[in-house]
């Protein structure tokens, strides 16, 4: 996936980039991010989306990664991801169109991107086991 600097594009990527990555790692559902700790990382996962958009030439809103992270707390407990359920199912995972994007977009812009580095690569390795057995 390739994003522009159309900011709905990026406002939505940024909310995919941590809802996304962390129920999938988790295999938890949205009350995941009740844990402060989960909070902070899916914070840095979207300011890193944010970043990088803005770079890109999305103008942003200042506090998108906050409202963001808001809105994920507002979400009913028991709801989950697309990322989720295709990892629950076993299907191959859209982490590379997701947090893969805003990695390599990052290279790009020059923007660092390590939380969303590391869960990209775990996200891989994850989805390769569903490669083998494919």
């Given at each position: 996936m390739t994003v522009s600097g159309a900011p709905?594009?990026?406002?939505?990527?940024?909310?995919?980039?941590?809802?996304?990555?962390?129920?999938?790692?988790?295999?938890?559902?949205?009350?995941?991010?009740?844990?402060?700790?989960?909070?902070?990382?899916?914070?840095?996962?979207?300011?890193?989306?944010?970043?990088?958009?803005?770079?890109?030439?999305?103008?942003?809103?200042?506090?998108?990664?906050?409202?963001?992270?808001e809105r994920l707390l507002r979400m009913p407990p028991e709801s989950g991801s697309s990322m989720l359920w295709d990892r629950l199912a076993g299907r191959p995972l859209e982490y590379d169109a997701r947090n893969g994007a805003v990695v390599r977009a990052g290279v790009r812009v020059g923007v660092p991107t390590p939380h969303n580095d590391t869960v990209t690569a775990l996200l891989e390795a994850i989805s390769e086991t569903f490669d083998e057995a494919g």
């Open positions: 709905a594009a990026w406002a939505k990527l940024c909310l995919n980039a941590a809802n996304g990555a962390v129920t999938a790692l988790t295999t938890r559902r949205m009350r995941v991010f009740a844990n402060p700790r989960v909070a902070r990382l899916g914070r840095a996962l979207v300011e890193e989306a944010w970043l990088v958009g803005n770079a890109s030439g999305a103008r942003l809103p200042d506090d998108l990664p906050d409202r963001v992270i």
